[in-house]
């Protein structure tokens, strides 16, 4: 099973900064096989990045993802207030699909 | 409109069984592959199966393999998972997600229900 690490866990950032996620995985991601996730309370999550680097269908364009092999950034270039949350990458690149523990970006 | 609606969360004593549906609509569901992805409450996502378009090759998280059932009636749009000797960390809300790219496994989620909550408590 392929182990995802997020850092940092707790981001607070305010309105118009900007935003650095990580994830670590344990092992290479087959094909960059990763997806990031955006859930906000009470809601489901919502795809943001898909093959690491692709936005997904009606993403802004200040999310962007890069990465390969076994680390890889989920950027936000400028925080709107509708981008305080949860993010969640996943590895989908095994048949046995693994999530990250989050990282909660909050307002500072 | 791509739409997954889940059903049959239900509180449960330990031990027991429930099935969750998962019925889809706005999409030829018989083309995408599909996944359940639970949340214990104030928790982080677990994906806990996948399955094929066509029903092949279930896959399960080792934290449920032997005791979760996926499958899936395509001529009724609708993906299910059967749940057997449960646990109280089964306790979470359930997702179901298609799949982004059809007839591809190895895809992130594009699409999710709301979610049904399970409860296994005595």
């Known amino acids: 099973e392929i182990v995802l690490t997020q850092s940092p866990g707790t981001l607070s950032l305010s309105p118009g900064e900007r935003a650095t996620l990580s994830c670590r995985a344990s092992q290479s991601v087959t094909s960059n096989y990763l997806a990031w996730y955006q859930q906000k309370p009470g809601q489901a999550p919502r795809l943001l990045i898909y093959d690491a680097s692709s936005r997904a269908t009606g993403i802004p364009d200040r999310f962007s993802g890069s990465g390969s092999g076994t680390d890889f950034t989920l950027t936000i270039s400028r925080l709107e207030p509708e981008d305080f949350a949860v993010y969640y990458c996943q590895q989908y690149g095994s048949f046995l699909f693994t999530f990250g523990p989050g990282t909660k970006v909050g307002i500072k | 409109e791509v739409l997954l609606v889940e059903s049959g969360g239900d509180l449960v004593q330990p031990g027991g069984s429930l099935r969750l549906s998962c019925a889809a609509s706005?999409?030829?569901?018989?083309?995408?592959?599909m996944s359940w992805v639970r949340q214990a409450p104030g928790k982080g996502l677990e994906w806990v199966s996948g399955?094929?378009?066509?029903?092949?090759?279930?896959l399960y998280a080792d934290s449920v393999k032997g005791r979760f059932t996926i499958s899936r009636d395509n001529s009724k749009n609708t993906l299910y998972l059967q749940m057997n000797s449960l646990r109280g960390d089964d306790t979470a809300v359930y997702f179901c997600a298609k799949h982004k790219d059809p007839l591809r496994y190895n895809a992130g989620a594009d699409h999710w229900g709301q979610g049904t909550l399970v409860t296994v408590s005595s």
């Open positions: 706005g999409f030829i569901f018989g083309h995408y592959d």
């Open positions: 399955i094929c378009s066509s029903g092949c090759s279930p």
